[in-house]
């Protein structure tokens, strides 16, 4: 289920997972200016610029955006296979819609090779979540989420945001353990 609020707020909430941990802790950092290098980054992009800063390889990077929401008739759902997103906007506002893959109508589009899949926004919103500057969201694999979506009355609003690509942080730690086998009795 999906986590909306302040990235404070989501610290305590992420103990089963210590790489969640890791990500919000990163974000943490940045809002505290612990983190100059992403705050120069933040500030100097253009309009459409998109980095990527890897951490711990695939298992944790970040994307670091800069953008202007689109219309919401030109949004679309994703969802990924094993990745939860941490999506924290530094500057500006933005709708994200949110859905719960197992409570979608019908067969749903299959996973591509990147562990994603993609499928139309519905006429009306099943859940709509407002983010403005300093708030975040914690989007699980099931959480299907269109986000960039423009608020209304804000056409040439900038945002700038930083999304947390952090692997498998819906499993436990112990559980990863036990199925790589080096957790057992001695």
Partial sequence: MAMVGKIEDFVGQASANQR???????????REGRRPDITRLVSSQRAGDSEKIM???DALFLIVQCYHPRPREQGKFEAHQRYTDVQYVCAGQEWIEVCDLRAQPGELPAY?????????LD??????????AG???????????????????????????????IKDAHVPDVERRVAAGSVGCQ
């Fill in 55 to 57: 951490v711990e390889g």
């Fill in 20 to 30: 969640l941990q890791r990500g919000l802790a990163i974000l943490q950092d940045y």
């Fill in 123 to 132: 006429r009306k919103a099943q859940g709509r979540v407002l983010l403005r």
């Fill in 135 to 165: 708030e975040g969201a914690v989007l699980f694999p099931n959480d299907a989420h269109a986000p960039c979506l423009r608020v209304d009355g804000d056409a040439g609003g900038l945002v700038r945001k930083i999304v947390v690509k």
């Fill in 112 to 120: 591509d090779a990147n562990g994603n899949i993609f499928f139309a």
